[in-house]
């Protein structure tokens, strides 16, 4: 049988996120829910595909490598965010991957996924052997796993993806996923493609900061309402990264910067893409956009601390520092960390680019109007890491191409 190896590459890497999507997610939703159905009817494609291609095969996961048979996949940055997520869990149960041994069905996924997020007890047999019996024992024969093996070839064939088109792929990822929370709000799908993309905004910050940095040049080919949202991310991933947070905290950050205007889905279209001032009735509703916010991310089926910390960011990222912005409180506590980082990002892209109410500004003109606004909107501190991290950037862009702007 000929194999398509690009299709099978790829398959490989759709199946280990898609895995990894589910167990991350079940410490927040049962394996029942939609959100999980997604993820699994993924899993189960990608497996079906990869059968199709080369069966019986065996899948290991070593480190940061997915290896098919015999032949190894360097895999994206976002597939590797997975492998640091399923490997660790793997190795705890003495598992190397999974043996694929015919076409799989949705249920047989399931019953692997269930496998994983409950582990498994170690007996006398060993863990690797008792995780295929208890396999079997719920009529999954499709696939099977197989042992652990700290010695795995590490010979692999290259994929390599310049960096600028990596970049560029996630920022293109990531809004593609505004444009499905704009059509059908936090519906379970929609937070898994949120999920992927600020992931996706962390490793590119983490890596290629100056890449981070050009995808939020003003563009105007791209909706505002749309392109906003994760330029906000990509900012306070940035500022998240300058001022310390950890990879886990940075993800928190950029999550919440998502959330924040998931409330604007509620405003009429003709409401947000309004030329020049709005009628104070309409402004007004623009203004409750926070509390829209809120609502919706209430609608979680469970609130968790990371949950919560989106409805507190989404309240907050308006008011700011000193309260008096909105929605209007009559007493607030101190603001947020994320809401601050959130609120400097949110402005500065808002004056960067071109919006229905003011044309863009330079980023000098822009850091000078946000000064204006320190100890008022803006936390003075934050503001000066904002600078330093601007005018760094620039320069280190300038030096690369001297015709940067």
């Known amino acids: ?58 899948i290991r996961l070593h480190e940061d490598v997915i290896l098919v048979g015999s032949t190894g996949i360097r895999p994206s940055r976002s597939v590797k965010t997975a492998l640091g997520a399923l490997v660790p869990l793997l190795q705890s149960l003495e598992i190397g991957g999974l043996s694929l041994k015919g076409p799989p069905t949705i249920e047989d996924c399931v019953v692997v996924a269930q496998m994983l997020i409950e582990g498994l007890t170690e007996d006398d047999s060993g863990v690797a052997e008792g995780t295929g019996d208890w396999l079997l024992e719920r009529g999954v024969e499709s696939i099977g796993t197989v042992p652990l093996d700290q010695q795995q070839d590490r010979d692999w064939h290259a994929l390599t993806i310049p960096p600028p088109t990596l970049a560029l792929s996630t920022y293109l990822q990531a809004i593609r996923a505004v444009q499905q929370l704009y059509e059908h709000g936090l519906e379970p799908g929609v937070v898994v493609l949120l999920t992927r993309a600020g992931q996706g905004i962390v490793d590119i910050v983490m890596t290629w900061p100056d890449h981070a940095a050009l995808l939020v040049s003003p563009r105007a080919e791209l909706p505002y309402e749309v392109r906003h949202p994760v330029h906000v991310a990509l900012l306070s991933a940035l500022l998240g990264q300058r001022i310390g947070l950890d990879r886990g905290e940075m993800l928190d950050l950029a999550l919440c910067a998502f959330a924040i205007d998931c409330g604007m889905a509620t405003i009429p279209e003709s409401i947000r893409k309004r030329q020049g001032p709005l009628p104070e009735n309409e402004r007004a509703l623009v203004e409750a956009h926070p509390i829209e916010s809120v609502k919706a991310l209430l609608g979680a089926p469970q609130l968790t601390p990371g949950v919560r910390r989106r409805v507190r960011v989404a309240f907050e990222s308006h008011i700011g520092v000193d309260t008096t912005g909105y929605p209007d409180t009559l007493r607030w506590p101190a603001v947020h960390l994320y ?58 862009l300038d030096r690369a191409d001297q015709h940067a702007t």
């Open 1 to 58: 049988m000929s194999v398509d190896r690009q299709t099978l590459d790829a398959a490989a890497q759709r199946a280990v996120a898609r895995l990894s999507s589910v167990v991350r997610a079940a410490t927040m939703y049962p394996l029942t829910h939609p959100s999980m159905r997604f993820a699994l009817e993924g899993f189960a494609e990608a497996l079906t595909e990869i059968h199709a291609q080369a069966s019986p095969v065996e």
């Open 339 to 396: 809401s601050r980082i959130v609120a400097l990002a949110d402005g500065y892209d808002a004056l960067r680019a071109d919006t229905p109410y003011r044309e863009s500004m330079t980023q000098q003109m822009a850091l000078t109007m946000l000064r204006q606004h320190a100890n008022k909107r803006y936390d003075p501190d934050l503001l000066g890491v904002l600078e330093t991290l601007i005018h760094e950037l620039q320069a280190r």
